[in-house]
Nanobody
Framework: QVQLVESGGGLVQVGGSLRLSCAAS????????MGWYRQAPGRQRELAAF???????NYADSVKGRFIISRDNVKNTVYLQMNSLKPEDTAVYSC?????????????WGQGTQVTVSS
């Protein structure tokens, strides 16, 4: 079982920056693929950024060049640095963990943190 706790959300002005953190419990963190998803009001949840256990990263086109995902396997934490924020980045951001073990895939979600970009 993995528990994910996000922090760092809040209200920021257009063009500002925020850094989200997701602390994970358990001893398997370094083997987890981790991601940040977001869901805006009235819209489907979408992937914002993803980082594999081997630190390969993937970004939604809408955040490329502005967001950076990283991980610290000592602190069991994944980060999302968000720069040049736009009103359309307003959403609930949720941390996601994926672990493959003995042929099975396990997925976990955090509770989400609100990011609001005001103009």
């Amino acid at each position: 079982q993995v528990q994910l706790v996000e922090s760092g959300g809040g209200l920021v002005q257009v063009g500002g920056s925020l850094r989200l953190s997701c602390a994970a419990s358990g001893s398997s963190f370094s083997r987890n693929d981790m991601g940040w998803y977001r869901q805006a009001p009235g819209r489907q949840r979408e992937l914002a950024a993803f980082i594999t256990s081997s630190e390969t990263t993937n970004y939604a086109d809408s955040v490329k060049g502005r967001f950076i995902i990283s991980r610290d396997n000592v602190k069991n934490t994944v980060y999302l640095q968000m720069n040049s924020l736009k009103p359309e980045d307003t959403a609930v951001y949720s941390c996601y963990a994926r672990l493959s073990f003995l042929g099975r895939r396990y997925e976990y979600w955090g509770q989400g943190t609100q990011v609001t970009v005001s103009s």
